[in-house]
């Protein structure tokens, strides 16, 4: 092992151990929501909605075809901010992201981690775009809720505030009374990045493919992780 190699190693354990709080994205590092159901499938859905309204032209083409439904869902969101119309069309998505529940992929380690890093004394947050209910939802079927409950930190009404916005992981922060360098945000996107800097959190990226792994570097992560294992090996004598 060369030094540059045992300098990260020594900086991962560091940053794993010292962590009192532990905010995880949902997506990704939890699990993976539309591994059975298809995010771009849920994004050509919504744009298809409010092409049967008439309202197409509320999406540019570049947000189409970025086939990200929360892209889609704050799109119209800034154009016609607190309307009815992005009430309905975000209760679409939840309910999309409801059904998803049902063929969402765990991450693999992800259950015995959360649990293990919780027997430790570490606490929980859940802090992610996605809808609160789906998450609780998924936590329900996992038998994973009582890591976190009630600190759980999704998608409400001001949808200017969804990541890379910091306001989930703040209100994480202030509801659990934790300050931001005792804390460890895992996420697995830029977004999730950018609203760890915001927030004061030490970040971690997790990526389960390369592409992933390039954006999180691109964009500054100093640690990434292929797998949770490594995390796993940390915490255990």
Avoid at 139 to 155: K, Q, W
Avoid at 170 to 185: F, T, V
Wanted: net charge negative; charged share 25%.
């Amino acid at each position: 092992m060369t030094a540059k190699s045992e300098n990260a190693t020594e900086e991962l354990t560091e940053l794993i151990r010292s962590a009192r709080v532990v905010l995880w994205d949902f997506d990704g590092p939890i699990c993976r929501l539309f591994a059975g159901h298809s995010a771009e499938r849920v994004a050509d859905g919504l744009v298809a909605w409010l092409a049967s309204r008439g309202l197409r032209g509320l999406v540019t083409d570049t947000e189409r075809d970025s086939l990200d439904p929360h892209l889609v869902l704050r799109a119209v969101d800034r154009r016609h901010p607190g309307s009815d119309l992005v009430a309905e069309l975000e209760e679409r998505l939840t309910k999309e992201e409801l059904r998803a529940t049902a063929t969402a992929m765990p991450t693999q380690y992800a259950d015995v981690l959360i649990q293990t890093w919780r027997a430790l004394g570490a606490r929980m947050a859940v802090t992610t775009n996605n809808s609160p209910r789906v998450v609780r939802a998924y936590l329900d079927d996992r038998d994973l809720t009582s890591c976190f409950a009630p600190h759980i930190y999704g998608r409400t009404q001001d949808l200017h505030r969804l990541k890379p916005d910091p306001h989930c992981l703040n209100r994480a922060l202030s509801a659990m009374g934790a300050a931001p360098d005792a804390a460890l945000m895992i996420g697995d996107s830029p977004t999730d990045l950018e609203a760890a800097r915001g927030a004061g959190v030490p970040f971690l990226g997790y990526a389960r493919n390369e592409r992933k792994a390039k954006l999180l570097t691109e964009a500054g992560a100093a640690h990434v992780v292929a797998s949770l294992e490594p995390l796993l090996a940390l915490l255990r004598p």
